[in-house]
T-cell receptor, first 114, second 113 residues
Framework: GAVVSQHPSRVICKSGTSVKIECRSLDFQATTMFWYRQFPKQSLMLMATSNEGSKATYEQGVEKDKFLINHASLTLSTLTVTSAHPEDSSFYIC??????????FGSGTQLSVL | SQELEQSPQSLIVQEGKNLTINCTSSKTLYGLYWYKQKYGEGLIFLMMLQKGGEEKSHEKITAKLDEKKQQSSLHITASQPSHAGIYLCGAVISINSWGKLQFGAGTQVVVTP
C-alpha cells in the first residue's frame, strides 16, 4: 500500500487565490520531505526540501515567497501556492524517505489555475 | 551541475519482446532510482541501486548500475501490456540527501499486441 499520501489529487482554482497541498508519510516519520513539479511532457524537477522544524531549502529559481512550505510535524509537509497564476498550473508531487531506505512518492496533485 | 541523459525517448515493443532503457550521467552516481509513471499520476517505485556493479531484479524487470557508476540500464523481459508507461531514472545528486533526485527526461514505452 501507499506509504506517502498526498491531497488533494486535483484542484482547480481562480487566478490570485492560494492553494494548499498536503503530503503525509504513513506509518513512518519523515524528517525530510521533498517537493517536485512536473510540467506537461517534461520530467520532474526538484523544487524544495522540506525540513521538519526548520525552514525549507529551495532550489535555484524557485520563489520561496510563492511556494510556501511548512513541515510542522514528522509526518506532514504542506506546500502552499500563493496568489496562483495560470503559469503555476502543473503537477506537484511530494516524496519522503525513511532513513537509508527507498524514496517513496505521493500520488501527486494536478493544479489548474484559471 | 549533473546531467542525466535517458534513452531512448520512446519505444514501441511487441508484446513478448524484450526492451532496454539506458540512463547515463555526466558525473558519478551516488545512487540511482528507477520509477514508472503514468503521466499526471504518482510514481511507482521499481528499483534502487547504490553500489557500482549492483544488479537487482523484480519479476521481469532487471536494473543494473555499471562499475564506474555513471550509467544504469533497465531491462524488461517478455514485455506485457502492463509494462506500458513512462519510465524515469532519478539520480541521487547529494550524498547527504538521498531524497534529492535529478530525473531523466523519461522513456515512453508502448507495448503492442
Amino acid at each position: 500500500g501507499a506509504v506517502v499520501s498526498q491531497h488533494p489529487s486535483r484542484v482547480i482554482c481562480k487566478s490570485g487565490t492560494s492553494v494548499k497541498i498536503e503530503c503525509r508519510s504513513l506509518d513512518f516519520q519523515a524528517t525530510t520531505m521533498f517537493w517536485y513539479r512536473q510540467f506537461p511532457k517534461q520530467s520532474l524537477m526538484l523544487m524544495a526540501t522540506s525540513n521538519e522544524g526548520s525552514k525549507a531549502t529551495y532550489e535555484q529559481g524557485v520563489e520561496k515567497d510563492k511556494f510556501l512550505i511548512n513541515h510542522a510535524s514528522l509526518t506532514l509537509s504542506t506546500l502552499t501556492v500563493t496568489s496562483a497564476h495560470p503559469e503555476d498550473s502543473s503537477f506537484y508531487i511530494c516524496s519522503a524517505t525513511r532513513i537509508n531506505e527507498k524514496l517513496f512518492f505521493g500520488s501527486g496533485t494536478q493544479l489548474s489555475v484559471l | 551541475s549533473q546531467e542525466l541523459e535517458q534513452s531512448p525517448q520512446s519505444l514501441i515493443v511487441q508484446e513478448g519482446k524484450n526492451l532496454t532503457i539506458n540512463c547515463t550521467s555526466s558525473k558519478t552516481l551516488y545512487g540511482l532510482y528507477w520509477y514508472k509513471q503514468k503521466y499526471g499520476e504518482g510514481l511507482i517505485f521499481l528499483m534502487m541501486l547504490q553500489k557500482g556493479g549492483e544488479e537487482k531484479s523484480h519479476e521481469k524487470i532487471t536494473a543494473k548500475l555499471d562499475e564506474k557508476k555513471q550509467q544504469s540500464s533497465l531491462h524488461i523481459t517478455a514485455s506485457q501490456p502492463s509494462h506500458a508507461g513512462i519510465y524515469l531514472c532519478g539520480a541521487v545528486i547529494s550524498i547527504n540527501s538521498w531524497g534529492k533526485l535529478q530525473f531523466g527526461a523519461g522513456t515512453q514505452v508502448v507495448v503492442t499486441p
